[in-house]
């Protein structure tokens, strides 16, 4: 699924336009996107929550010479299901 696929199935189950939805999913991508770059963590309960993590510096291998190289420390962005949503997708 697309975010516009996802923008119509939510307008289809509210009442609301697909442009309204639109504006809302954006607004509430963005407001995530600011809080984990500043650092935060965003909880949604039953679905899951997003924060930042670090990735260490660690020695890796250039795939055309085989060579060692160093490849820097890193900030990553880490989701973590919730438990509802995870109990969603188990086969039962």
Known sequence: MN????INLVSEDTEFSSAQVGKVL???LRTIKDAVAEGG???????GSFA???RP???????????PIEIAAAKIVKFTA???????????
């Open 3 to 6: 975010k516009q696929e996802l």
């Open 26 to 28: 954006e607004a509430t």
């Open 41 to 47: 963590s965003v909880q949604l309960i039953g679905f």
């Open 52 to 54: 930042v993590g670090e």
């Open 57 to 67: 510096a660690r020695t890796g291998r250039d795939p055309k010479t085989g060579e």
């Open 82 to 92: 919730g438990k509802a949503f995870k109990d969603s997708i188990t086969v039962k």
